[in-house]
């Protein structure tokens, strides 16, 4: 839990001594804490030894009163510049010297700030290093204003810069570059204020009222505005074909894309372009004008087109050959199934009936007209007309 800040108070310092509270101390407390002591020992006329005395007692601090006690005759005889060295040294931390030279290179100009107002507020800083090796020089105070000033307000210091660096007294000088700064500020306020004026005046302006009619780029029936050289109603698309149109071009080697006559390609091939809007339609009478004008390439393009239609007409359609009926193998002939008799028997009575009978000739056949077609067709066995001859073996198995 972070302690409360030590508070100064000072009603009457003509007739009483300033009484200090218990609670955190910083450096800036016990520079002000030793100005009201100063303050109370010059409009009391009181001597050092009793401001000292005076002082130490109204620190209600438990630090300070213990130390007061373990060393009292001393510290009663120190000088107030002497004490306030002493209490920084038991109150402070051991780096204060530092931080308080970290606030002051922190310190910039800020945006809309005066240059005196940053000069104070470095000075603020400055003064709670008296007395100590870190208090900064008037040199080492303009250098660290000249670097940490607006950029704007270093520009117009920088046109005026022989004359400010010639200034010796701080004092003098800050005031100079204060001039400067208040050149910088009234032309940001004229800008500002214009900037402001034109956004009132864009403010407070009726929104500008448009139809929906009047919307080029909504109605579709109105051209554009960058179209209003063009006549009314006029598209950059060619009127649709008619089946008249579309017969003539097929039948003069004409192209439905680019609709020109005896041209000798199609639209697919990728070789032309959509015609023009006020292209003519094609008729006989653009036909005829057509076929009196062809180039010499044209014609002998139409001629061989033509011959290639009257061979292609001409030419006789191949004749397709009858197919062969199908097939049909051999019936093998019905063996008797003979009782009593060996398998062997019988396969061999069957093999002699076939020797006896001979070889079958086309004679034989029921088709036999189809050997006169052609060698193509190749008649088909017919079985015996003839049983076999039942076997007259009496052999058993």
């Keep these: 839990m972070s302690v409360p800040r030590a508070t100064i108070t000072n009603d009457d310092p003509a ?4 009484r200090v509270s218990a609670g955190a101390f910083d450096a800036a407390l016990i520079h002000d804490m030793f100005e009201a002591f100063e303050e109370h020992a010059d409009l009391a006329s009181v001597s050092n030894a009793k401001i000292v005395s005076r002082a130490v007692k109204n620190i209600k601090e438990p630090a300070v009163v213990r130390w007061l006690r373990s060393d009292k005759e001393r510290i009663l005889k120190l000088s107030l510049d002497a004490l306030k060295q002493e209490l920084r040294a038991l109150l402070l931390d051991p ?4 931080q308080v030279l970290r606030d002051i290179r922190h310190t910039h100009q800020e945006e809309n700030q005066a240059f005196l107002v940053f000069y104070h507020r470095l000075c603020e800083f400055n003064r709670l290093l008296e007395d100590t090796s870190s208090y900064l020089t008037d040199d080492e105070l303009r250098a660290h204003m000249r670097a940490s000033m607006l950029d704007s307000t270093r520009t117009l210091y920088d046109e005026d810069a022989a004359r400010l660096n010639a200034l010796d007294d701080l004092t003098a000088w800050v005031k100079a570059v204060e001039t400067v700064d208040k050149k910088r500020r009234k032309d940001e306020k004229e800008r500002n204020d214009a900037i402001a004026a034109i956004l009132a005046k864009q403010r407070q302006a009726p ?3 448009r139809s929906r009619d009047d919307d080029d780029s909504r109605n579709p029936k109105k051209p554009r505005a960058d179209e209003n050289t063009r006549p009314q109603g006029s598209t950059d698309r060619p009127k649709p074909l008619d089946d008249a149109q579309r017969a003539l071009l097929d039948a003069n080697h004409g ?6 006559l005896f041209v000798f390609h199609r639209g697919y091939d990728n070789v032309c372009d959509f015609p023009k809007t006020n292209a003519k339609p094609i008729t006989e009478k653009t036909v005829a004008a057509a076929k009196a004008n062809l180039t010499a390439e044209q014609r002998t393009k139409l001629a061989a087109a033509t011959k290639s239609a009257t061979a292609s007409k001409l030419a006789p359609v191949a004749s397709v050959a009858d197919p062969a009926p199908p097939q049909t193998a051999p019936v ?10 060996s398998r062997s028997a019988a396969v061999a009575a069957v093999i002699e009936d076939y020797k006896d009978d001979g070889e079958w000739s086309s004679s034989d056949s029921e088709n036999s007209d189809l050997s006169d077609r052609g060698p193509q067709y190749t008649p088909t066995p017919a079985p015996p007309t003839r049983a076999p001859r039942r076997s007259t073996s009496t052999s058993r198995v």
């Design 255 to 260: 192209c439905r894309k680019c609709c020109r």
């Design 95 to 98: 780096d204060w010297e530092a």
């Design 332 to 341: 093998a002939a019905t063996v008797p199934v003979q009782r009593n008799v």
């Design 15 to 18: 007739k009483k001594c300033a």
């Design 207 to 209: 929104p500008a009222k």
